[in-house]
C-alpha cells in the first residue's frame, strides 16, 4: 500500500487508546430477533421490523436484489439504467430474459465471507432455549450471568464505521484509506473474562452497563494508561493518538494526558452521547473526524511538531482539552469553559480542518510537568494532625513510569453560602467545624503522602467561608497545596488572595485536580510546620515559597 496520501503527505500511523466507560464502544443490547423467535416457537415481539445487527457469513450465499428498490424515486429515472441481471417470475424462478407475465426485475449479489461484516437478524438465545430480552440473563443479574455490551478495543468500532458508514457522495467513510491503525487498551470498557488470562470487571476494565454493575478505574490505573501512552509513542512509529473514553470525563483525562505525555504529534480524544449503531449515534462521525483532523497535519507548525496540544474531537469541532467540558447528554452537548477561546479548529462541511486560534498554555513536548522530566523521587508527608506531621520520601517514577502506588489523591470541596454556622465577631471562623476536611486530611497523611485539595469558592477569588478557607490553611500547613477555583463557568482568573494558596486561574475545579496532581509528581509536598494550626512566621514564608513553584505551572499550563 502507498505509504503517502494524494496530498503527498505522509500516511499517517495513529495510535487508537481504548478508555474506560466509554459511551462511543457500547452497543444496543443484543436482543433475539423475531427470525430466531419464529424458529424456535418463541413469543414474538410486537415490533413490525427485526433490527439488523453487524455479523459475519459463515458460507458464501447468493441474494437475489429487487431493482429499483434502494429509493423511492429509483424507478423514476429507470431510462438511466442498465437492464437489471433478471427476473423472479410469480412463483419465485430466476430467468435471465424477462418472462411473460409479472416479474419482478433483480440484481444478482454474491455474498462471501470475506466481504466481511453485514448486517443481519440476531438470531442467539439463552443457554435455556429463551430469548434474550436484555443484556443480562435477567434484571440485576450478577456479572457472571451478564454479557458485556462495550467492545475491548475500537477495532470492531472502526471496521464497522468504515464497513456500514456513508461517506456524503454516497462512497465509504475513509479510514483504512488514509491511515493505519493500531489498538490499544487502556483501561478499557470491555475485558475476556474467560480463559487463562481472563481479566476483572472493575480491576481489567470499567463499564457503566448494565448500570447496577458500573465500575470505575482509580488512581492507579490512570498511572498505568499513562505510561502505556507515553511507551507506545516512544517508539516513534505514530503520527497520532485517539483516545475513546466517555463523554462526562474525556476532556478530564486528555487534559491529562497533554499535560503528562511528551510527544510532538497530535493527541485528540473522542467520546459520544449515544451508543454506537444506535440512531443517529454521534460517536463514529467524531471517530471519522479524529482520522481526518490528524491526517490533514493541521495541527502541525513548520517543524513537522504539534502546536495545539491535547483536543477533544467532537460535533465537528476541535477542543482544547483545558477549556471543554460536557454540560448535557446530548450531541452538542460540550461547551468552552474558562471564557476565553477554547475551539481550536473547525470540522463542519466538506473542507478541510481549519485552525481557529492556538492556545496560550504548555503542552505535551512543552509542558513542565512532562513524564520524561518528572523527578525519580519527591518529598511527601505523613503522620497525623494530632501527632505531628513528618516529611517522607516518596518514589514517584521508575523503569516503567509512574508508580501507581504513589499517584497523588486531591480531593474538591465546594463553597456553598449559609453554611451550618455563621462567622463574625462574636464567633470567629475555628477550622475543627470543618470535620469533613479536617478527616481527610488526617486520611491522607495516613494513607497519601502526595495530596492535596482543590477549593471550588466563589468566583473571582476562588474563596470559602472563614471555617472552610480555616480548615483548608490547615491542609496547607500540613503540607497538601490546596488550589482556589471559581465555581461555575467562570471567565475570572481566580485572583489570589493569599500568597499560602494556588490561584486556579480560570481553570474548573475538575480541571484543576488534574493539574495539582501531575504538579504534586514535579514538586512533591509543601514543607509541614511543626503545628499545622499555628505556623510561625518563618514556616509560613518557607510555604509561600515553595507555593510560589505551584503557581508558575497553574499561570502557564
Known amino acids: 500500500m502507498d505509504d503517502s496520501l494524494p496530498s503527498g503527505r505522509p500516511r ?14 457500547n452497543t444496543p443490547d443484543l436482543v433475539t430477533s423475531n427470525k430466531a423467535r419464529a424458529r424456535h416457537g418463541l413469543p414474538l415481539r410486537p415490533s413490525r421490523f427485526d433490527v439488523l445487527r453487524p455479523q459475519r457469513l459463515a458460507a458464501p450465499v ?34 435471465a430474459e424477462q418472462p411473460s407475465g409479472d416479474a419482478t426485475p433483480v440484481h444478482v449479489v454474491e455474498l462471501d465471507p470475506a466481504d466481511g461484516l453485514y448486517p443481519l437478524p440476531y438470531m442467539g438465545r439463552q443457554a435455556d432455549g429463551s430469548a434474550w430480552e436484555e443484556t443480562s440473563t435477567a434484571p440485576y443479574a450478577p456479572p457472571g450471568a451478564a454479557r458485556q455490551t462495550f467492545y475491548p478495543d475500537a477495532r470492531r468500532l472502526y471496521e464497522e464505521i468504515e464497513r456500514f458508514g456513508l461517506a456524503d457522495h454516497g462512497t465509504p467513510v475513509e479510514l483504512g484509506s488514509i491511515a493505519d491503525f493500531a489498538f490499544f487498551r487502556a483501561a478499557p470498557s470491555g475485558g475476556y473474562t474467560t480463559g487463562p488470562d481472563s481479566e476483572r470487571l472493575g480491576q481489567d476494565f470499567f463499564v457503566y452497563y448494565p448500570y447496577h454493575l458500573q465500575s470505575e478505574p482509580g ?32 476532556d478530564e483525562t486528555l487534559y491529562w494526558l497533554g499535560l503528562l505525555i511528551d510527544t510532538k504529534v497530535p493527541l485528540v480524544g473522542h467520546a459520544a452521547q449515544r451508543r454506537h449503531q444506535s440512531l443517529s449515534s454521534d460517536g463514529d462521525r467524531n471517530v471519522v473526524d479524529g482520522v481526518k483532523f490528524i491526517a490533514s497535519g493541521v495541527a502541525l507548525d513548520e517543524r513537522g511538531e504539534d502546536r495545539l496540544g491535547a483536543c477533544v474531537i467532537v460535533d465537528e469541532l476541535v477542543y482544547a482539552a483545558r477549556d471543554v467540558t460536557k454540560v448535557d447528554a446530548r450531541p452538542g452537548g460540550y461547551e468552552v469553559t474558562g471564557g476565553h477561546g477554547g475551539v481550536v ?20 513536548h512543552r509542558s513542565e510537568l512532562r513524564l520524561t522530566v518528572l523527578p525519580e523521587r519527591v518529598g511527601g508527608v505523613t503522620g497525623s494532625l494530632g501527632s505531628g506531621v513528618l516529611p517522607v520520601d516518596v518514589g514517584t517514577k521508575d523503569a516503567e513510569g509512574l508508580v501507581p502506588a504513589a499517584m497523588p489523591h486531591v480531593s474538591i470541596t465546594k463553597y456553598s453560602r449559609y453554611a451550618a454556622t455563621g462567622t463574625g465577631s462574636d464567633n470567629p471562623p475555628v477550622a475543627d467545624e470543618e470535620v469533613e476536611i479536617l478527616a481527610r486530611i488526617d486520611a491522607n497523611l495516613a494513607h497519601a503522602p502526595l495530596s492535596g485539595f482543590v477549593c471550588e469558592g466563589m468566583s473571582p477569588f476562588g474563596m470559602a467561608d472563614p471555617t472552610r478557607n480555616a480548615a483548608l490553611g490547615v491542609a496547607v500547613f ?60 518563618d514556616e509560613r514564608a518557607a510555604t509561600e515559597k515553595a507555593v510560589a513553584q505551584y503557581q508558575a505551572v497553574f499561570d502557564t499550563h
Open 12 to 25: 499517517p500511523r495513529i495510535a487508537v487508546f481504548a478508555g474506560p466507560t466509554a459511551t462511543i464502544l
Open 478 to 537: 500540613a503540607g497538601m497545596p490546596v488550589v482556589r477555583t471559581g465555581r461555575g463557568n467562570t471567565g475570572g482568573m481566580a485572583w489570589r488572595t493569599d500568597p499560602a494558596f494556588i490561584s486556579g486561574n480560570n481553570l474548573t475545579a475538575t480541571k484543576a485536580r488534574m493539574l495539582l496532581m501531575a504538579a504534586l509528581l514535579r514538586f512533591g509536598s509543601l514543607p509541614p510546620a511543626a503545628d499545622p494550626f499555628n505556623p510561625t512566621p
Open 345 to 364: 479548529a473547525d470540522l463542519g462541511g466538506y473542507g478541510p480542518p481549519q485552525l481557529t486560534y492556538l492556545p496560550a498554555r504548555r503542552h505535551t
Open 62 to 95: 447468493t441474494l437475489y436484489v429487487e431493482a429499483f428498490s434502494a429509493h423511492p424515486l429509483e424507478a423514476d429515472a429507470a431510462d438511466l439504467y442498465a437492464p437489471p441481471d433478471g427476473w423472479l417470475d410469480e412463483d419465485g424462478t430466476f430467468h
Open 219 to 250: 488512581l492507579g490505573d490512570l498511572a498505568r494508561a499513562t505510561n502505556q501512552v507515553q511507551a507506545v509513542l516512544a517508539t516513534g512509529e505514530f503520527s497520532g493518538v485517539q483516545w475513546l473514553e466517555g463523554s462526562p470525563t474525556v
